[in-house]
């Protein structure tokens, strides 16, 4: 069992530039989070698939966050213009969603920094 | 909305102490409850995770309760170690079973030899 993989572990990028955040959760789970950790906000949903559907986006703060999940094996989480305050870590976790929850397997994270 | 509390935000505890981290949630109408572990610079792993119509999940030295009436679950360590410093987060989901988790700010834990 690989785990949750996310890439890049850290990026560094100036302001105004588009961000592309990556994550292939584990093999066999039928739905994604992605997340946002900061300190003043603490750990925070912004968006979940299942079966590769968008279901809840309610999180995602403005219309310059877009993810996708063009498959069941990958997705990504896309920051355009990407902003000073949009520094945080962003996390991905993967779960197998049916009768029963199972816990969310959480990737290491993107630390994402905006100069 | 629902909304869940940590307390206390961090805590240091010689070797070898029994300890309790608490969780409260405003809302009781919830599908589970999870408490994970986030090491520095990691992501959280997840420790235990009860089911609404469960009381208590135990896992080595590790047991957790719920109790969804009043709107509280503890975590409680025996014998704490020194690899027991962590960030503690607890989570719940919503009673639509959505998979969707609110998260508590965590409370931080070190254990000192």
């Known amino acids: 069992d690989a785990g949750v993989i996310q890439s890049p572990r850290h990026e560094v990028t100036e302001m105004g530039q588009e961000v592309t955040l990556r994550c292939k959760p584990i093999s066999g789970h039928n739905s994604l989070f992605w997340y946002r950790q900061t300190m003043m906000r603490g750990l925070e949903l912004l968006i979940y698939?299942?079966?590769?559907?968008?279901?809840?986006d309610s999180g995602m703060p403005e219309d310059r966050f877009s993810a996708k999940m063009p498959n069941a094996s990958f997705s990504t989480l896309k920051i355009q213009p990407s902003e000073p305050r949009d520094s945080a870590v962003y996390f991905c976790?993967?779960?197998?969603?049916?009768?029963?929850?199972?816990?969310?397997?959480f990737g290491d994270g993107t630390r994402l920094s905006i100069l | 909305k629902q909304e869940v509390t940590q307390i206390p935000a961090a805590l240091s505890v010689p070797e070898g102490e029994n300890l309790v981290l608490n969780c409260s949630f405003t809302d009781s109408a919830i599908y589970n409850l999870q408490w994970f572990r986030q090491d520095p610079g990691k992501g959280l792993t997840s420790l235990l995770l009860i089911q609404s119509s469960q009381r208590e999940q135990t896992s080595g030295r590790l047991n957790a309760s719920l109790d969804k009436s009043s709107g509280r679950s503890t975590l409680y360590i025996a014998a704490s170690q020194p690899g027991d410093s962590a960030t503690y987060l607890c989570a719940v989901s919503g009673s639509s079973n959505t998979g969707k988790l609110i998260f508590g700010q965590g409370t931080t834990l070190q254990v000192k030899p």
């Open positions: 976790a993967s779960s197998f969603f049916g009768q029963m929850n199972q816990p969310q397997h």
């Open positions: 698939f299942n079966n590769n559907v968008p279901i809840d």
